[in-house]
């Protein structure tokens, strides 16, 4: 299957500060790719649609303004968390989609403290 | 409203048993289904797709297609404790939309 590669795969940041994951499609192009947020025990939760070349999807309640999402070439989209707080920790995970389904990237434990 | 519903479970089958899953979709329209894998702190990883009505075996997965009924299952066969996990159904409509059941826990006990 395709392969998505997301980085980093845990990271631990102060309150107030940003954080920038990244979501690479290794070896397909991908103009669309599609970030999911996920807590301990819950089912995924779409965030938002990436689009390339253009701005992103938001699902209702997702403030755009907190969760940056930058699909500036066919192979990179990026999530930037901004002035987290301790609620924003949760397991992010982004997701290409090929003719075989979605491929989804490893995640990113995101921890504020 | 595009639905795709499983029982949250958990499922418990003893080592070696036959796990059944199920999943209903609400979507007439939907063309591709999938059976996904999530380990507990892990992504998810596909294990099965299947297009069309019947069976589609995959070593020991079987998907279950029934798009009249709009059901689509997995069997997993001589369950492994390291089949023990969350199983998500997917199921992708015509405007390649993609939807995502809230998973079923299985535990396959020793």
């Known amino acids: 299957g395709a392969v998505v590669s997301q980085h980093p795969s845990w990271v631990i940041c102060k309150s107030g500060t940003s954080v920038k994951i990244e979501c690479r499609s290794l070896?397909?192009?991908?103009?669309?790719m599609f970030w999911y947020r996920q807590f301990p025990k819950q089912s995924l939760m779409l965030m938002a649609t990436?689009?390339?070349?253009?701005?992103?999807?938001?699902e209702q309640g997702v403030e755009k303004d907190k969760f940056l999402i930058n699909h500036a070439s066919l192979t990179l989209s990026t999530l930037t968390v901004t002035s987290a707080h301790p609620e924003d920790s949760s397991f992010y995970i982004c997701?290409?989609?090929?003719?075989?389904?979605?491929?989804f990237g490893q995640g990113t434990r995101l921890t504020v403290v | 409203q595009k639905e795709v519903e499983q029982n949250s479970g958990p499922l418990s089958v003893p080592e070696g048993a036959i796990a059944s899953l199920n999943c209903t979709y609400s979507d007439r329209g939907s063309q591709s289904f999938f059976w996904y894998r999530q380990y507990s702190g892990k992504s998810p990883e596909l294990i099965m797709s299947i297009y069309s009505n019947g069976d589609k075996e995959d070593g020991r997965f079987t998907a279950q297609l029934n798009k009249a009924s709009q059901y689509v299952s997995l069997l997993i066969r001589d369950s492994q404790p390291s089949d023990s996990a969350t199983y998500l159904c997917a199921v992708r409509y015509n405007n390649n939309d993609m939807r995502f059941g809230a998973g079923t826990r299985l535990t396959v006990k020793p």
């Open positions: 070896d397909f192009q991908a103009t669309t």
């Open positions: 997701s290409a989609r090929e003719n075989e389904g979605a491929f």
């Open positions: 990436s689009n390339e070349g253009s701005k992103a999807t938001y």
